[in-house]
Antibody, heavy 122, light 107 residues
Framework: QVQLQESGPGLLKPSQTLALTCTVS??????????WSWIRQHPGKGLEWIGF???????YSIAPLKSRVTMSVDKVKNQFSLKMTSVTAADTAVYFC??????????????WGHGIVVTVSS | DIQMTQSPSSLSASVGDGVTITCRAS??????VAWYQQTPGKAPKLLIY???SLQNGVPSRFRGSGSGTDFTLAITSLQPEDFAIYYC?????????FGQGTRVEFK
């Protein structure tokens, strides 16, 4: 069974860069047919899909974050990553990494990491 | 972007009751909707994908239906572990978008 685990700093100051890594076990980021996503949940709020990256590096991120977000895949380490520059308090959230499965482009999220709490505060 | 309007935002029910949650898409999305269950402090769990396909291991009391713009998640005979927040997700086009969530509470 696929398992995903987020890692990274839990506390950042405004204007710093958030760097999160998701380690995949029980499966390979290089497997075709899967896409690797990031989703966040602001405190007490709903879910916001941030974007995805494929094993080949093709990616998509939502318009409001596009200029600040970079995603990458490390096939050797079986990981994928999210970087978000110039964070503000509005980026405080639980960040989930996830796998999308199905038939591109209508893939759905089937596996989630446990989530990592990221707080932006001076 | 496709907007997913989910209702109700919350509902109260008892163990053994049946409940229905709906999502309406701002445009037609075939049957490309998934449903998730989230309990406090946990990641969401996939229940239904492609409108009505039950994810492996999910009890058959969860049923998804709908196509086009209107979708429904029905839970028959609520169990204690079903009291949670439920979200729909449209997986028809990018960006993916979630409904606002429905909290199912004990009556």
């Amino acid at each position: 069974q696929v398992q995903l685990q987020e890692s990274g700093p839990g506390l950042l100051k405004p204007s710093q860069t958030l760097a999160l890594t998701c380690t995949v076990s029980g499966g390979s980021v290089s497997s075709g047919g899967y896409y690797w996503s990031w989703i966040r949940q602001h405190p007490g709020k709903g879910l916001e899909w941030i974007g995805f990256i494929s094993y080949s590096g093709s990616n998509y991120s939502i318009a409001p974050l596009k200029s600040r977000v970079t995603m990458s895949v490390d096939k050797v380490k079986n990981q994928f990553s999210l970087k978000m520059t110039s964070v503000t308090a509005a980026d405080t959230a639980v960040y989930f990494c996830a796998r999308e499965n199905g038939y591109y482009p209508t893939t759905w999220v089937d596996y989630w990491g446990h989530g990592i709490v990221v707080t932006v505060s001076s | 972007d496709i907007q997913m309007t989910q209702s109700p935002s919350s509902l109260s029910a008892s163990v053994g009751d049946g409940v229905t949650i709906t999502c309406r898409a701002s445009q037609g999305i075939l049957n490309d909707v998934a449903w998730y269950q989230q309990t406090p402090g946990k990641a969401p769990k996939l229940l239904i994908y492609a409108g009505s396909s039950l994810q492996n291991g999910v009890p058959s009391r969860f049923r998804g239906s709908g196509s086009g713009t209107d979708f429904t998640l029905a839970i028959t005979s609520l169990q204690p572990e079903d009291f949670a927040i439920y979200y729909c997700l449209q997986h028809n086009s990018y960006p993916r978008t979630f409904g606002q969530g429905t909290r199912v509470e004990f009556k």
